[in-house]
């Protein structure tokens, strides 16, 4: 292309707007973190065994660096003060879904409970299925954690992590334990399954922190 008929077409684009993404699209490009796709349905991702969980045997023992350790069964947990949360959840596998509605217990309430003593810095959950991630303790009290019982006015799934999950939507969803049975505070950082298998250890979907430990 010779260089007027490049002026040219560059002044086409200019009378065109090329590139320029619409004030209206504006709002969406922000709420979809970069390179993650859109999805309707509810995909179901874990590491192969899914537990069967009745909530009458289902209980959570929490423990580690806190001044109140607790073992806490479905009619304990279901005391504490249930919540609404709507949130978006993002997997690093590339699908994001929005506007998710959650009820559970918000994980303020959970530590207003057992009251981690200052020398808590992370928090090891475990599952049933024997699957774990680690958190800062910072994340796993951000405002919009929840540990969900129910999912669009319903309970959880099986597949989804019944009776009780953690939803964390500010990071990846592998931090989101499903079947959740443990949640020890501990001092020192224990990677978990995937952050053993080459994900990050933090996970923000907003800065890509998907593998290793970049940036
Ligand atoms: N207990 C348990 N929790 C888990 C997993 C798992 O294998 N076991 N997989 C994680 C991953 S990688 C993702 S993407 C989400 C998927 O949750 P979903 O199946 O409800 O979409 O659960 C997370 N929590
Ligand atoms: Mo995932």
């Known amino acids: 292309m010779n260089r007027d008929k490049l002026i040219q077409s560059k002044q086409l684009w200019a009378r065109e707007g ?3 993404v619409p004030r209206e699209q504006l709002g969406e ?3 979809l973190p970069p390179g993650q ?8 991702l874990d590491i192969g065994t899914e537990p069967n969980i009745m909530q009458a045997d289902w209980h959570v023992t929490i423990g580690g660096k806190v001044g109140q350790p607790v073992d806490l069964g479905w009619r304990d947990f279901s005391n504490l003060p249930q919540r609404d949360s709507v949130s978006d959840i993002h997997c690093v ?5 929005y506007d998710n509605q959650w009820r559970g217990v918000s994980t303020g309430d959970l530590l207003a409970v057992v009251k981690p003593s200052w020398e808590a810095r992370f928090v090891i959950l475990r ?5 774990s991630t680690t958190l800062s303790i910072e994340d796993f009290s951000h405002s919009a954690a929840i540990l969900a019982t129910h999912w669009s006015g319903k309970p959880l799934t099986r597949s989804h992590g019944a009776p009780v999950r953690l939803i964390l939507p500010h990071l990846y969803l592998w931090k989101s334990a499903k079947w959740l049975r443990h949640i ?3 001092d020192k950082d224990a990677p978990g399954y995937w952050e053993q298998r080459g994900y ?4 923000d979907p907003w800065r890509q922190q ?6």
């Open 93 to 97: 596998t590339g699908w994001s879904r």
């Open 29 to 31: 490009a922000k709420r």
């Open 184 to 186: 020890w505070f501990t």
């Open 210 to 215: 998907r593998y290793g430990s970049s940036s």
């Open 200 to 203: 990050h250890k933090r996970g």
């Open 127 to 131: 599952s049933f299925d024997s699957y």
């Open 18 to 20: 090329r590139l320029l």
């Open 37 to 44: 796709h859109l999805v309707r349905d509810w995909p179901v």
